[in-house]
């Protein structure tokens, strides 16, 4: 295996670990409370996408799964779901699904990318677990809630993720300080979602 461009993660990544699974877990919670579920199918669906990309990435980057062997993961999401449950929907900003997704997508994808560097992984293929890292846990949600898949939406969700991950890698090849490579992917990836929410940017769609 190739020596890791990135040897260990600094406080700014391990916090933003944290602050991606925490709020994709909220997410999903936030989901279930529109759906008008049971405090079981609250905890679920915050598990399924507080861990669900992570999950995927550290399978295919050959690393332990990263919530299997600790307890703080699910416990984390376990909370996330208990606090959504305990807030009144009515208190709930119509838009706060769409801007705590967004946050943990900003998150994930420069995390999932350090991560994927610091396990001898490529950087175009590290490029790609940040992104995948970023939407699959959003991807398996939205198909167990029976909603359209973002990846069939036009609105841009994928390429902010993208933004995030490359800009990570790209300025950890250039020999940026790993909190600067994080700060200005996680800052630009959820900037582009923002835009995307408040002003409807999207994909321009085939036309035949």
């Not at 709930?92 to 350090?114: E, P, V």
């Not at 939407?135 to 898949?149: T, W």
């Not at 841009?156 to 994080?182: C, D, K, Q, R």
């Amino acid at each position: 295996m190739t020596a890791p461009l990135v040897p260990h993660f600094s406080d700014a990544l391990v916090l933003l670990d944290v602050f991606g699974i925490a709020v994709f877990a909220i997410s999903g919670a936030l989901l279930a409370a529109e759906k008008r579920q049971t405090l079981v199918t609250f905890i679920f669906f915050a598990v399924v996408t507080g861990v669900g990309g992570g999950t995927l990435r550290d399978l295919l980057i050959g690393a332990p799964v990263f919530w299997v062997h600790k307890n703080e993961t699910l416990l984390i999401c376990i909370a996330a779901a208990l606090g959504v449950w305990l807030v009144s929907s009515r208190r709930i900003a119509a838009k706060a699904l769409d801007w705590f997704d967004a946050a943990g997508l900003a998150a994930y994808a420069t995390y999932g990318s350090a991560k994927a560097l610091s396990y001898g992984v490529a950087p175009v293929p590290a490029f790609a677990m940040g992104v995948l890292t970023a939407c699959f846990g959003g991807i398996v949600r939205d198909v167990l809630a029976g909603e359209p898949s973002i990846l069939m939406r036009p609105e841009l969700y994928v390429t902010a993720a993208a933004l995030a991950a490359g800009l990570f890698v790209g300025l950890t090849l250039l020999g940026a300080p790993m909190w600067v490579a994080a700060a200005v992917g996680a800052i630009a990836g959820f900037g582009l979602r923002a835009l995307a929410i408040v002003r409807g940017w999207k994909l321009p769609a085939y036309k035949d």
